[in-house]
């Protein structure tokens, strides 16, 4: 049974960070590329980051890049997102995917919210 566990989320105020995690069962990721996706009220889901399966190339929608990190611990079947200096415009719900060209397998999301 294959399941991808997100975890991490919350409320922070403008500038603070979080990071999500997102744990895989039933499915060994050491092998797939992984990304992160959000998805906001009214809107379309979007990219986020994307990672390698070694962890050695990573790629960011220009919206994040330099703010959020993607990474990976293949021994612990976990990818990573670091969110910083987190703005309103930020708070959506997060998704991790396992993705083989196009998205595969999706974790259940996890909400991130960024209000004073």
């Known amino acids: 049974q294959l399941q991808l566990v997100q975890s991490g989320g919350g409320l922070v105020e403008p500038g603070g960070s979080l990071r999500l995690s997102c744990a895989a069962s039933g499915l060994t990721i050491a092998t797939s590329p992984m990304a992160w996706f959000r998805q906001a009220p009214g809107k379309e889901r979007e990219f986020v980051a994307r990672i390698t399966s070694s962890g050695s190339i990573t790629y960011y929608a220009d919206l994040v890049k330099g703010r959020f990190t993607i990474s990976r611990d293949n021994a612990k079947n976990t990818v990573y997102l670091q969110m910083n200096n987190l703005q309103p415009e930020d708070s959506a719900v997060y998704y991790c995917?396992?993705?083989?060209?196009?998205?595969?397998?999706w974790g259940q999301g996890t909400q991130v919210t960024v209000s004073s």
């Open positions: 995917a396992v993705v083989i060209g196009t998205p595969r397998y």
